[in-house]
């Protein structure tokens, strides 16, 4: 079976001069009939680590989490965009941070995902305030002042959406 797989995709990657590269491409047991926790039996596809894991009636369905890498890179490259942008105006630099976060929620927003995209806005929150506050000599704002200003400018805290998408794997 795995060698007639590997035979057709690598046939149809050559259709479109690309080769499989066999040190990445493996097959793994990914069953709702044999969830597990263990590492093996989760697959990183599209920035999402997904699982098989019960909900809260006790069925058995697949749930997905930020995976470690593309998290980790999210903080890094808002870190980095927030530091650069500090001493722009905020009536630029605000709506701005605030598509990038209202993305990632689009994104990212899944129901099983909700402490993830909560770390997010949290460091963003926090690497604003600290960034912010070193403009100048003296603190530009306390903390009551940051949230009304956040307020003004409408940053909302992440949500995970209600509706689950029906996606087609084939």
């Not at 997010?120 to 000599?137: D, G, M, P």
Request: glycine share 6%.
């Amino acid at each position: 079976m795995h060698l007639l797989c590997y035979r057709i995709l690598g046939n149809r990657l050559r259709k479109f001069n690309l080769e499989l590269a066999k040190d990445k491409t493996h097959f793994i047991r990914f069953s709702r009939f044999h969830p597990s926790g263990h590492p093996d039996r989760r697959i990183n596809f599209l920035g999402f680590e997904c699982y098989w894991g019960k909900d809260h009636q006790g069925e058995l369905r697949l749930k997905r989490v930020t995976s470690r890498k593309k998290h980790k890179r999210i903080l890094s490259e808002l870190y980095q965009w927030i530091k650069k942008h500090r001493s722009k105006r905020l009536n630029i630099t605000m709506p701005t941070l605030k598509r990038k976060l209202v993305g990632i929620q689009n994104y990212f927003g899944l129901p099983d995902n909700s402490k993830s995209i909560s770390r997010i806005y949290n460091f963003a929150l926090h690497t604003l305030y600290k960034w912010l506050n070193k403009r100048s000599q003296r603190l530009s704002f306390n903390w009551h002042g940051f949230k009304d200003m956040l307020g003004y400018f409408q940053i909302k805290p992440l949500r995970v959406s209600k509706r689950l998408i029906a996606v087609d794997w084939y």
